[in-house]
């Protein structure tokens, strides 16, 4: 059983910088797509970023290119979602997920994703 476990969310004024980590426990061996999404109040789960546990290969939205960096630290089993530049509508809840396979244009859907975490919180203020 996969388990995430998302921590670094907070609270940053508009123009601010905040990195995510999503811990990884109970993976298997073999090839896996890490992403992250987010929801905001009122809306439906939405596609950040997506990288392969390899991190040779990245996929990002086109509302956080140039903004946000997705990485793997395999040393330590963790995705990091460093933000910056951030905006008011950069404010969700950001949850990891967990699925298998390439990136491919199905890595943007939430249903794609086996596991999730339980979300970390993110607040840009003006």
């Known amino acids: 059983q996969v388990r995430l476990t998302e921590s670094g969310g907070g609270s940053v004024q508009v123009g601010g910088s905040l990195t995510l980590s999503c811990g990884i426990f109970?993976?298997?061996?073999?090839?896996?797509?890490m992403g992250w999404f987010r929801q905001a109040p009122g809306k439906e789960r939405s596609f950040v970023a997506a990288?392969?546990?390899?991190?040779?290969?990245?996929m990002y939205a086109d509302s956080v290119k140039g903004r946000f960096t997705i990485s793997v630290d395999n040393t330590k089993n963790t995705v990091n979602l460093q933000m910056s530049s951030l905006k008011p509508e950069d404010t969700a809840v950001y949850y990891c997920?967990?699925?298998?396979?390439?990136?491919?244009?199905?890595?943007?859907?939430?249903?794609?994703?086996?596991?999730w975490g339980q979300g970390t919180a993110v607040t840009v203020s003006s």
């Open positions: 990288v392969t546990t390899s991190g040779s290969n990245t």
């Open positions: 997920g967990v699925t298998t396979g390439r990136l491919t244009i199905a890595t943007m859907a939430p249903k794609t994703y086996s596991f």
């Open positions: 109970g993976r298997g061996t073999g090839g896996y797509v």
